[in-house]
């Protein structure tokens, strides 16, 4: 193998001394991992200004586009962009120009379509097992003492949730009693609700 290079880069590939500009360390780490797979290097030195032409070859070479196999949405978003079922499913006009046969045509868009709702349910698994791993990890942080101020959840099946603009959280409460397993008595600060249990999960601290 031979290797035409600078002064400056045939001393630093013979070891001689060490570059530390950040444009030629990974072009010298190439010429030495290269070098490795030869019985034989022979390094000629060319002087640089006989060596423009090469360098401006290369320099154009470096700017044109090539193809990775896959499309801008699959880089960017990390999965295949999905076509809507509209535009995949042609018009009665079309069926008939075309003179696309029943059983062919059904057969080819029923696994499209099978396709998409399998990639939805996995994006949909995928979410609530992201969350439900965060819920655990945060609760694992987080350690509750009686008489501590916390608020309640408000459920689907609770009246307070009725309603567009209904609130998410009701309280403050006073943990009264913890019992095992992340459970507790609550107790309304003033006196008037009698005590209510309930898990951990479904409380959060009060910051006054």
């Known amino acids: 193998m031979e290797i035409d290079q600078d002064v400056e880069e045939f001393r630093q590939a013979q070891g001689e ?28 030195y ?10 401006a070859l290369a320099t154009l070479a470096s700017m044109l586009p090539y193809l990775v196999g896959e499309t801008p949405y699959l880089l960017v978003y990390g999965t ?7 535009v995949e499913i042609p018009s009665l006009r079309i069926i008939v120009e075309v003179e696309i046969e ?3 045509w059904f057969k080819t ?49 609770h009246k307070e949730a009725k309603g567009m603009f209904a609130p998410n959280w009701k309280g403050p409460y ?15 600060i003033e006196g008037n609700d009698p005590e209510i249990a309930i898990n951990a999960d479904a409380v959060k601290w009060y910051y006054v």
């Open 17 to 44: 001394w060490e570059t530390w500009d950040i444009k030629i360390i990974p072009y010298m780490q190439h010429v030495e991992d290269l070098s490795k797979r030869f019985k034989y290097v022979e390094f000629r």
């Open 46 to 55: 060319i002087p640089r200004f006989h060596n423009e032409s090469a360098d």
């Open 80 to 86: 295949k962009a999905v076509i809507p079922t509209e």
């Open 102 to 104: 029943d059983n062919e």
């Open 109 to 157: 868009h029923l696994e499209q379509l099978t396709l998409i709702d399998e990639k939805l349910m996995v994006a949909v698994c995928h979410g609530q097992l992201y969350q439900q791993r965060m819920t655990r990890s945060n609760n694992k942080k987080v350690n509750f003492e009686v008489g501590q101020l916390i608020l309640r959840c408000i459920l689907l099946h």
């Open 174 to 188: 006073i943990i009264r009693k913890l019992l095992p397993k992340g459970a507790m008595f609550l107790g309304d």
